[in-house]
């Protein structure tokens, strides 16, 4: 079992057998705990059993989180009189913490926050680092606040009863923090290994503790990202997030390449290992959605699209503290070219 | 000119011909100026032109600090293409700046905010410390974040042409933090006096500087504020903020004296300085409606409404470091009584 503590205010466990300590903070206090409804009758409800929580639901999929689903949530917890003193707890993926850490945000202005994992996706990633969020018909993640659980437990028991999909969804995240910050990742990689979901949940709280709002250091996260969004937007959230952030890298290695800052030799490294992943276009793909797509991207200044960029593996570009580069549409051509060619190559 | 500091971040200046200072804040970078609809055509327009900000506005009142409304403004933000570079400059009363603030706070996780109060009422109490809010069919401010704005700008010539009216909404903030916080207040009160409102805007930085999210000390803000906005709620905001906050704070210094607390000379010095207020309860009133309104005020804790008291003019009880105290129905009621029957003696 490990601990880690995330300023300014997240204790962070992961390990097994950690339903205890989990007991003791809820012990003597209202919570709700909003679980994935995949979860629902599952781990979801014996774990609200054994802490005494009122348990809601939301259901699975990254279209859930929406503005609609959001005041659905708030007004549950007004029908059922919670106040300031009521506990949230979020179970499930990134979607479910995303989710339900705004609503927690929001409702008389913050309410206590426990964020239980139980992807691991949302276990080296999502979790981390205050950020909430909903989707909004211009973008992914547009909408949201930054606000700190109190608790994170991370479960490594649950992980090793995820599908394949899942753990594809959660490498992804781990393979990118190898690209920008920790090339050891990278070498060493072994996904069932705990100490490489370590290292990435590391790399991440160095990361967002440096930089926690985002002005600078922090954006190098958003790697493989830009185009991972707009994609994800264009297949209407059919594409899961680790396929499109899996698809979004090896195209924003290419345009490293393409700037001139990456070499050619490990561009095709990075190609070579993500190409364990499907890295297919979504059916709904066509260039002028994806570049319509981009538009809402929140790195956007003065009408530009904003990239991050590697000049190798395990680092990304500081471009003077921006940590991320204007891209023209020319710029960007030959990169969407060979994006396209490479769902037809295959 | 007075400057103050608000920690963390936000920097009040306080006086007359401040366009200067603003035009040098705004400049080379794009701004949103959103305004009270009562001041689009006049003030705001002089002003978004001096800026060169773009200038949207809400309709007045404080039915308009809503869901829907929020929306609206969202979406108007997105159509305009604002991205994370953009300024949101909020120009009203509290109903503009807690809206504006709210909407600033979860555009892409927060936009830069500057506050341009216009009431007395903004001026030394809803632009100070923070809170961002919208309504609910639950309650009044049921929803929103803690937020800090770059900037607070209040113009003292802006002051001058309130309508009576706005001039009693401010006051009522005034005088009680003259009863909570600072007797010199009370005592010297000449709401004429620019000194005035600077010591009122002294004490809310010191209180919300002490406590920035409202978990001990801060509360006392809220005193007359616990009936006040039931009273908002039940007459479905046709009741100003300012009346609804005079009648609460003589009503919440009768119970602080029927809870034992207060001296009845004190109260008695309470009820003749509110007496200029018309402290009529609302058309739509009846006890039943104003006991379900408390039902969701933020303050409550399992299931019990909570009151801040004070035990004489200028403090407020603070209860072992609540700064509240339960109440029952059977306390509150001889309270309810004497209000009910304030608006038939008068």
């Known amino acids: 079992m490990k601990k880690i503590l995330i300023p300014p205010s997240t204790e962070y466990t992961i390990g097994r057998d950690l339903l205890k300590q989990l007991q003791e903070i809820c012990s003597g ?15 979801a409800a014996d774990l609200a059993k054994a802490i005494d929580a009122e348990l809601l639901s939301i259901p699975s999929g990254e279209r859930t989180k929406n503005e609609e689903m959001k005041q659905n949530l708030l007004s549950q917890l007004f029908q059922l009189g919670c106040d300031k003193e009521t506990l949230i707890i979020a179970c499930g993926g ?62 490594l028991n649950v ?12 490498l992804a995240e781990i393979l990118k923090m190898g690209l920008i910050y920790k090339p050891a990742i990278w070498e060493s990689f072994n996904f069932q290994d705990p100490e490489c979901i370590f290292q990435a949940i590391e790399g991440k709280v160095e990361i967002v503790t440096q930089d926690p709002t985002e002005q600078s250091i922090r954006r190098i996260l958003n790697f493989g990202h830009t ?20 698809l979004g890298c090896a195209a924003e290695a290419h345009l490293s390449m393409q700037m001139g800052y990456l070499s050619q030799e490990d561009f095709e490294q990075v190609v070579r290992r993500f190409s364990q992943f499907s890295l297919e276009l979504p059916k709904k793909y066509t260039r002028s959605k994806l570049l319509s797509a981009l538009l809402h991207d929140k790195k956007k200044a003065r009408s530009q699209t904003r990239f991050v960029l590697i000049d190798k593996i395990g680092h990304a570009l500081a471009f003077e503290g921006a940590y991320c580069q204007a891209v023209t549409h020319a710029q960007l051509e030959p990169t969407l070219n060979w994006m396209e060619e490479w769902k037809s190559g295959r």
């Open 159 to 170: 992980l090793k009863t995820l599908p394949e999909k899942e753990w594809f969804n959660g």
């Open 29 to 43: 206090q209202r919570a709700i705990l909003i679980a994935d409804a995949a979860i629902k009758e599952t781990y």
């Open 94 to 155: 990134g979607v479910t913490t995303d989710l339900v850490g705004f609503v927690a945000s929001v409702y008389m202005r913050g309410l206590s926050l426990i964020l239980i994992p139980t992807t691991l996706l949302a276990v080296v990633d999502a979790s981390i680092g205050g950020k909430t969020a909903i989707n909004t018909r211009y973008g992914k993640n547009l909408i949201g606040t930054f606000y700190h659980p109190k608790h994170i437990f991370a479960d």
């Open 227 to 246: 185009l991972g969004h707009a994609l994800e937007l264009v297949s209407d959230y059919e594409m899961s997030h680790g396929e499109a952030v899996a």
